[in-house]
């Protein structure tokens, strides 16, 4: 079905001390059913505004969000978001961690033995049945979003948001969930909408890239189509020229708005905050420099005027 999700000619605008303050400006995007779309973009553009308008914990200022024909006002299971932080609740298993979102949403729909059964099939899609009595404290960083994924899912949402969702995991890690994600996404065809700050994560994932402006005042600046067959091999993508061609179109259009002169403005009033504003692009393979706990990032051009900004876009510490 096409336009499955229309995010229809949104904007959002927050009162402030110093007035109002426009965050986003007109994001006008169409999503089909089954798709997987990345939002990218430099820290700052709006991104997980968009993805809480579309998950109803915020309603937009002008426009909105139809969901199936249906306009989205509030937070519903049609919608289950998966954070950067897997918010499990520490004192439960990682069965009943799945199995409280399962009984909010199917207590009055599903049995007691389909519930635990329904469960039982989540936790497995993700791998993660051999845990089930496992609590958070007890498992590592990857099964624990492998667990948020599980109770996302669960829920049978229409839509799946994910807010940077492997971003706190080292790069074997995150390499793991990308397939296990790609592995699930086409199993399921769920509708999937990610915000992420790697680049080859967004192309190995995606459908579509949407690039962002920088905000305020942000909106979609580019869409890039990723016609790639699937299912994906990163190594098989690695030499694959249609590949990288994606790859630099995305590392374009993030240094060109890096240096844009309103956001180097931006910068010389918080410094402090440029880290913030590198934006990942890890190989596809392991590499000595993530080895050693280090982020690679393709170096940019650079021009006199910018070479000395330059030299942190080569190398970010992992945090």
């Known amino acids: 079905m096409n336009n499955y999700l229309n995010i229809d000619h949104v904007s959002i ?9 426009n965050v986003l400006k007109d994001v006008d995007l169409k999503v089909n059913q089954g798709e997987f779309i990345s939002l990218i973009g430099h820290s700052g553009c709006g991104k997980s505004t968009v993805l809480n308008i579309v998950a109803g914990l915020l309603n937009a200022t002008e426009g909105g ?18 954070f950067q932080n897997h918010s499990l609740m520490p004192w439960l298993t990682v069965y009943d961690n799945v199995r409280l979102a399962v009984d909010q949403v199917f207590k009055k ?6 519930r635990h059964r329904w469960t039982l099939h989540n936790l497995e899609l993700v791998h993660m049945s051999h845990a089930l009595d496992r609590k958070p404290g007890e498992i590592s960083g990857g099964m624990k979003q492998r667990v948020g994924i599980a109770r996302a899912l669960a829920m049978e949402p229409k839509v799946l948001l994910m807010d940077e969702p492997f971003g706190a995991l080292d790069s074997l890690t995150r390499t793991h969930m990308q397939d296990s994600l790609m592995e699930i996404q086409g199993r399921l065809n769920n509708t999937v909408i990610m915000i992420t700050h790697d680049v080859d994560e967004a192309v190995l994932l995606s459908d579509r890239i949407i ?8 909106t979609i600046g ?11 091999n990163r190594l098989a993508l690695a030499e694959n020229p249609t590949y990288n061609h994606y790859r630099a179109e ?4 993030l240094h060109d708005r890096h240096h844009q002169p309103e956001y180097e403005e931006a910068e010389a009033v918080e410094p402090a905050e440029n880290s913030e504003n590198v934006v990942e692009a ?15 990032v393709t170096p940019m051009p650079s021009t006199d005027r910018h070479s000395s900004d330059d030299k942190h876009l080569l190398t970010e510490e992992a945090s």
């Open 211 to 218: 690039m962002m402006t920088n905000g305020p005042s942000a």
């Open 250 to 253: 995305v590392v374009r259009f």
């Open 13 to 21: 605008t927050f009162p402030t001390d110093n007035g109002p303050l």
């Open 282 to 296: 890890l190989p596809l393979a392991a590499s000595d420099s993530s080895r050693r706990g280090l982020k690679t």
């Open 65 to 82: 969000v139809i969901l199936e024909e249906k306009e989205v006002t509030e937070p519903g299971p049609d919608r289950a978001v998966v």
């Open 109 to 114: 729909k599903k049995s007691k033995e389909e």
């Open 222 to 232: 580019e869409v890039l189509d990723i016609d790639l067959p699937k299912p994906r």
